[in-house]
């Protein structure tokens, strides 16, 4: 009996901590994120029967079903959420290069701009003797 409290509060715990790391990553700015249709559906808590001794039994067995259940339904979404992110990330990384080098021309241009006005300033200022303002 006793290795079966250990059973299902270890359970409980890793339960516990896989809800906590899954929905950090299913939050998001519009919502709450829906996990794939291939993960299939979320496993549901089972009700523990403390009752007595057999009851007991049942529960940590249904206990320890649910978890591995929930161990694999996790595994699928955490996968399925990192490719998801990844591609974000990717279309992100690439709209940001984008600008990134509009940017960039915008900068190389109007530095050139100076060169040459400078240049020229500095030829007419040369042509009228260096007093010319």
Known sequence: MRKGFFLV???LMVAATLADSGAAR???A????AAPAACGAEPAAPSVDVSSVEH????VDKVTAY???ARAYNTCVARSANKEETAISNEAREKIAHIHEGSAAVQKRIAANFVHLTASLKAASAKFGGGAH
């Open 9 to 11: 509060l270890g359970g």
């Open 67 to 69: 978890e591995k259940a």
């Open 30 to 33: 519009a919502g709450a994120w």
């Open 26 to 28: 299913a939050a998001g």
């Open 56 to 59: 007991y039994n049942a529960s």
